[in-house]
């Protein structure tokens, strides 16, 4: 598998800050790994939407991608809304 972002989600990682980035770089690799590994909570966020997940970066902040084999779609980077 591979990750791929969409324009919009990679317009949205170049944005956060250096730090945030960092993380969100250590969660793909867990996702590259087993999109089910615990440090990324990864859950199905709304069936209706065609299978769009929602998985953690920290305590604030989340990506939403979607399973399309051979790659991880990320469609958003966002704070968390909470």
Excluded: C, N
């Amino acid at each position: 598998m591979e990750i791929r972002l969409t324009e919009k989600a990679q317009q949205q990682f170049l944005a956060l800050p250096k730090v945030l980035r960092r993380k969100t770089e250590k969660q793909f690799g867990y996702l590259l790994r087993d999109y089910r590994h615990p440090s990324l909570k990864s859950k199905k966020y709304h069936e209706a939407t065609g299978e769009l997940w929602q998985a953690r970066i920290d305590a604030q902040w989340r990506f939403y991608f979607f399973i399309q084999h051979p790659a991880y779609i990320v469609v958003a980077i966002i704070a968390h809304p909470k």
